[in-house]
Structure formats: C-alpha cells, structure tokens
C-alpha cells in the first residue's frame, strides 16, 4: 500500500512510508482538518499520515504516548494518521489528533497559513507547497508497490 496527497490544483504526491503536512519551518500550521463528517481547525507541528511500511518508523514513533490500538501491519491497506503537537486555544482544537483511514476514507486539509509543505518520504527537497485556502486530500494510493523476490522467478 502507498500513500497519495492530492492538491485541489491536480498536483499529488505518492509515497512509499508517509506523506507530512506542515508549516516549511518551526513555526505552527494551521488548517481545517476534515474526517468524514468531522471538521476542525487546528494548529499544530504538522500532519503524518502513514503506510503500514512506514508504521514502523516515522509512524511508529509517533503512536508512542497515545492511545490509538496497533498501527497497521506493513502488508494493510489502511493508513494511520497523527496531528504532532496539536495546540488547543479558543480557536483550534485537539478533537482529532491520530486515526486510521481504511479503504475509501480520507482526511482533508485546508491550508490556513501562508502556505505548507507536502512531502513524502522524508523527502524535503521533492515538496509541494501549498498556500492559504488550498486544499489536500491524503488516502490509500491507487496503487501498490509490488516487490519480486528472484527466488521466485527461479533466479538467484
């Protein structure tokens, strides 16, 4: 399973471990988080969705200290997601931190800063910026990576 980020603009990102949303810098993000018919505003570190694969790295870190039960296993089709650091204030919220989106479902980001960055695997340089008022749409890619083990083509 793989991870796809696609912009209201026609621009995706397909990673292989996670996608991150988040402010370019240190500073917080903020955006409206849509989960089915749940919708917040927050303001936090940024947003990891990840892969079974990547469940047992970036993902894997981020579950510690909550309560969500097991991260999907590195052959699932669902995803986990956290929000990092998510910051309660009269304005945002911290309702909706951490899930897992199973086939069909997807979580929705409006950007509400000067602009985010999207990237996938860790990959800072291959980003995708966002500005203020774009949307994000992250769910199971529409495509999986198959991997061929010689031995099984009688090769070695």
């Known amino acids: 399973t793989m991870v796809r980020a696609a912009a209201d603009d026609s621009r995706t990102l397909t990673a292989l471990n996670e996608v991150f949303v988040g402010h370019p810098s240190h500073q917080s993000a903020r955006y409206e ?5 749940h919708v917040e505003r927050q303001s936090s570190s940024g947003v990891v969705v ?13 579950k510690r200290g ?24 009269p304005f945002t919220g911290v309702d909706y931190t951490e899930g897992i989106l199973d086939e069909g479902e997807e979580l929705s980001l409006v ?15 291959d980003r995708l910026t966002l500005t203020w008022g774009q949307s994000v749409r992250v ?3 529409p495509r999986a990576l198959a991997l061929v083990d010689p031995a099984d083509l009688g090769e070695e």
Do not use: I, N, Q
């Open 139 to 141: 769910s199971r890619a």
């Open 33 to 37: 988080l849509s989960l089915g018919s």
């Open 111 to 125: 950007v509400g800063s000067e602009s985010l960055v999207l990237f996938g695997d860790g990959m800072e340089s």
């Open 66 to 89: 909550r309560h969500m039960g097991d991260l999907p296993a590195p052959t699932s089709r669902s995803l986990a997601w956290f929000v990092r650091e998510a910051w309660p204030s």
């Open 50 to 62: 990840s892969t079974g694969t990547g469940a047992t790295g970036w993902g894997a870190s981020l």
